[in-house]
């Protein structure tokens, strides 16, 4: 795929998804196509069908994906950190219900 038909499908737009590349008029990321096709097992066709993507979308994403592998790999781990920091800062009503009742 030309660096052109990409220009076509994927964006960087500060302001829009956190200025990450994203799929051209819409919010859904590079790295979220990433997660649910390499992490989840989605195929493309699944993405499509559940995003009302275009295939050529998803390929892209995907292609842009391979392309900055080392660097779209490193801000899925700096999220999970991230999320991670969040759960150990915020309690959860469940959680301190379930030790209420078990005395805690």
Request: net charge negative.
């Amino acid at each position: 795929m030309s660096a052109a038909a990409l220009d076509h499908h994927i964006e960087i737009t500060p302001g829009i998804a956190g200025g990450k590349p994203h799929i051209a008029g819409h919010r859904i990321t590079v790295q979220n196509i990433a997660i649910w096709h390499e992490y989840m097992g989605k195929s493309a066709d699944e993405i499509c069908a559940e995003y009302g993507l275009m295939l050529a979308d998803v390929y892209a994403a995907l292609t842009y994906y391979f392309d900055h592998r080392a660097e779209i790999d490193h801000s899925i781990e700096e999220d999970k950190t991230f999320v991670e920091m969040l759960r150990e800062q915020t309690s959860s009503i469940l959680r301190e219900k379930l030790r209420a009742h078990r005395g805690e």
